[in-house]
């Protein structure tokens, strides 16, 4: 009986682990942000109450030198209006833009490259963790 309960263990044990691995995993970019694949690049995105950062990454997640990058992100509000805001210079390899509220329910930030546009979409997560707190 006893080696009945603890095979029931192991197994029940296993089952997690391999649901678990299985689980998709967002990644962390080279920042601490998180990262979404847009084409052949990815895309870092690094948020806090003051600003928000983003930076473009090649497939291996290095940073891209933002000499000669355009960046603009759109909000997405919660009444369905959005709004445009361009992407400034910061430092050699992100860029930056002034938070003016932090009441969107998502985001777009794109990429002008070489004349290719590269963008993705993220989710505001400060949002999400303020409406779980309430």
């Known amino acids: ?5 603890i095979l029931s263990v192991l197994l029940l044990f296993a089952i997690m682990n391999l649901l678990l691995l299985n689980k998709p995993q967002v990644p ?22 003051e600003n928000l950062y983003a930076f473009l990454l090649d497939t291996n997640y290095k940073p891209i ?25 910061f430092e050699t390899e992100g860029f930056v833009v002034k938070m003016q509220e932090n ?16 963008s993705a979409k993220f989710e505001n997560e400060s949002l999400i963790v ?3 707190i309430n």
């Open 103 to 118: 009441q969107y329910h998502s985001c777009r930030i794109t990429f002008i490259i070489s004349g290719k546009s590269i």
């Open 1 to 5: 009986m006893r080696t009945v309960v």
């Open 28 to 49: 962390i970019g080279p920042h601490g942000g998180k990262v979404k694949k847009a084409e052949n690049f990815n895309i870092e995105k690094i948020q806090s109450p």
């Open 65 to 89: 030198s933002n000499k000669g990058v355009i960046g603009e992100v759109r909000f997405y509000y919660l009444d369905e209006t959005t709004s445009d805001i361009p992407l400034l210079p």
């Open 130 to 132: 303020s409406k779980k």
